[in-house]
């Protein structure tokens, strides 16, 4: 019987889904194991071999962990809102709606296609409002919560309202906005109920505020940082500029410093952890206030806090530099530098932050013309600005103090600038850096002769004595931008009287997008929801209406922004513990169960978004009393990428004509992608099918070589759509099987590197796959054998189940293909058919090549499927050794192996050699003068 692939997984597929295979049960008396895969995003290109890499991964993992015994929940869904649909929507008029279903159509074909073992019944989708309503509810909570820092906790802010009326403010300690002022109770209790609110808007940890954003305009929105590759939009490649816009913002950063401890309670990759430890830059220091000088400021305004992880070297400060973006910047530059100061704003605000960071060569700046005072000292200082100084991190101002700090020091020689000694308290211009840890402080009074942390100390309390100064813990993690200008998104349930953003209640959720002609911004600069003409509240009717109803009484405006991507994606594992809940985003009792997910494959390039995000918004919900963790994902692999293999033809520089790569030589060339559909093996172009696919080229000359053919070049890049490099899994399970595709990705390399795709591998796979049935055949007939199996049968299968199944626990996928490859040449070359050996064979790659491994269960009488079968227990007795080969040695020269039991003693070994044939033609008739035995290792006679 042959092995006809193509209808053997199509049969099982069927099965699979007809009798929901893998569905998880909420009430099982089995352990419970959580595998998850990061949300795919659907787009219209497709899955290439590339993506289901970590799939194939996770997959493997889940049907083994079903193997020993667990209740497993591997579900999947979609990422399903975005900016590609909505770009999509806004070139050709069609609702993103319409876009994003078919192109999960294609996605869910495809998944089936490669057998994956998911539990689709439990399926989400962000962009369904019955998911969505649930990411609005927690915007809610979010809304509705304060962090009590004494707590370290989130705690329901009418608490916060009922402290405020009994004892103000002043003995609150809470993340809140920089800009809240003391009041008390009495105050507090006389405010208007728009007072209170206002009041409260600067401790929710969701809110309002103005912020600097990476602002796209040929997008019409706003980027996150991850959505931003070298100064433009990753997505279009536009360009991006810095602006100030009154955003909803979460305070994320009221959680740094849990995310930090977090970290060590769960397993993830060292690398990956200290990903997200610089992300969220712990410093120890203090802040330092420096009072500008002759300013008609207020009082209040007239003050630059610094934060600094190194005050003792306060006495080297010799200029301040505050980013282009700093509030005060404006209001301190004089009349004569107002000029160049707001062009170098204006050419600041076109890079973005990231580019800004890591540019440690380019030295720029502008003097505002203005002076601090400093806080010892009392000399003035002067104030530039500088775009190496970013607005969100610190305070936005830094005090330079040139000889400790390279940076600094650069910028003090670019702009002649003193550099000041800290030793002795004089300019110097050209010395070594001093100020280093453990250096000896000895510019006053009040430092002189202290180590390194003796005078931090000190400073730090000389600086309170005098009200200008206090310690800190400060960290690089910002709260995040919250709002998006985007159509394609979660709606925020929000609408505003007199500009105060007040919430829609829950029984009224969802709050579903609404219909627009169009998917731009408005004519006017308002978010794609602008154009809405039904998108106003009724608070007495609790329901959308149009937006000529609004009359600021009763109907009032709603939230133009959209949420962000990263929404949806924060906390969708919860929801597929639950997903057709409709009164909870999950139930306490589906929660306890499966707590949090126990496995999570994906990409690394979410190191510092996605789950940097969805680790906040767990501890919120765990603060609150909605979850049992505060964790999200208790193990964490980052599975490599795939490169493809990209096929270059060269253009001659200037000329409609291509050489072939042999034939470059010193020719100016331009190495342009080709498809590498229309390159064999060889590398050898279709020329014909290349000027057809590119009509620019339909009339192009190659130069070729001496037999005719147009050789390509190859390059291994990144598998791409627009590299022209991508390889199509549809394909590949068409022609080889998805059996082949799944072993073939595993066999490619370890699961955390990146490894080339090479389709001529592919073969190897599938022939395996075709040896493998062979062995449960005899001639066409499928035909296994009752009789008991060798010792060397046993041998091979037990030393399989050993190695596979470490490999399978260390993640070590790419070896179990080669273990799978060497025991069916073994019990090939044995003539194996014993089912004691083939029946644990079948149930043990099943993990790898689930639909074969189905069909020989199948026929090996069994009616359950195979994915509920027990997995093979390994038994060390069959891999005891019972013989030895042992080297037969003359005068100290080896000359053949004899196998001998080990059981043997030494006489009984010395006489079974002497009587061997080989043994009596080596000695010739002489008597050995002495036979060496050492049992168990070698045999050695003396003649």
Partial sequence: MRYNFNQIEKKWQEYWAKNQTFKADNHSDKPKYYVLDMFPYPSGAGLHVGHPLGYIASDIYARFKRHKGFNVLHPQGYDSFGLPAEQYAIQTGQH???????????????????????????????????????????????????????????????????????????????????????????AWNKFSAEEKQEQLLKYRLTYLAETEVNWCPQLGTVLANDEIVNGVSERGGYPVIRKKMTQWSMRISAYAERLLQGLEKIDWTESLKESQRNWIGKSVGATVKFKVQNSELSEKDSWIDVFTTRPDTIFGVTFMTLAPEHELVQKITTAEHKAEVDAYIEATAKRSERERMADVKTISGVFTGAYAEHPFTKEPVPIWIGDYVLAGYGTGAVMAVPCG????????????????????????????????????????????????????NRVILELEKIGQGKGKTNYRLRDAVFSRQRYWGEPFPVYYVNGMPQIIEKEHLPLRLPEVEKYLPTETGEPPLGNATEWAWDTEKNKVVENSAIDHKTVFPLELNT?????????????????????????????????????????????????????????????????????????????GMILGTSAFVYRLEGENKFVSKNLIGDRSVQPIHADVALVNASDELDIEGFKKWRPEFADAEFLTEEDGSYKVGREVEKMSKSKYNVVNPDDICENFGADTLRMYEMFLGPLEQAKPWNTAGITGVHSFLKKLWKLYQNGEDFEVSDEKPSADSLKTLHKTIKKVTEDIENFSFNTSVSTFMICVNELTAQKCNSRDILEPLAVLIAPYAPHIAEELWQKLGHDSSVAMAEYPVYEEKYLVESTKQYP?????????????????????????????EKTQQQLDGRQPKKVIVVPGKIVNIVG
């Avoid at 409709?582 to 306890?592: G, I, L, P, R, T």
């Avoid at 003359?890 to 192996?897: E, V, Y």
Wanted: aromatic share 16%; net charge negative; charged share 30%.
């Fill in 96 to 186: 993103p709606a319409l876009t994003t279903e078919q192109n999960i159509k294609r996605y869910r074909e495809q998944l089936d296609q490669i057998g994956f073992s998911f539990d689709w019944s439990r399926e989400v989708r962000t962009s369904d409002p019955h998911y969505y309503q649930w990411t609005q509810w927690i915007f809610i909570q979010l809304f509705d919560s304060w962090y009590d820092v004494d707590a370290d906790k989130a705690r329901p802010v009418s608490e916060l309202e009922e402290i405020f009326a009994a004892e103000g403010n002043s003995g609150v300690n809470a993340a809140y906005d920089e800009d809240v002022e003391e009041f008390t109770s009495t």
């Fill in 405 to 456: 700090d390279q940076r600094d020091y650069d910028f003090a020689k670019h702009f002649d600038l003193p550099i000041r000694n800290i030793f002795s308290n004089v300019d110097i211009s050209e010395e070594a850096f001093s100020g280093k840890e453990g250096t000896v402080i000895a510019n006053s009074d009040f430092l002189d002769g202290l180590e390194y942390k003796e005078a931090l």
């Fill in 563 to 639: 949420m962000p991507g990263w929404a949806g994606s924060s906390w969708y594992l919860f929801r597929y513990m639950d997903a057709g809940n409709e009164e909870k985003f999950v139930s306490e009792e589906a929660q306890q169960y499966w707590q949090n997910v126990d496995l999570y494959i994906g990409g690394s390039e979410h190191a510092t978004g996605h789950l940097l995000y969805s680790r906040f918004w767990t501890k919120f919900l765990y603060d609150r009393g909605f979850l049992t963790v505060d964790e999200p994902f208790k193990k964490l692999i980052n599975q």
């Fill in 888 to 916: 037969i040695s003359f005068n100290g020269k080896m000359r053949f192996m004899l196998e001998l039991p080990l059981d043997m003693s030494k006489e009984e070994i010395e006489k079974a050699v002497l009587e061997n």
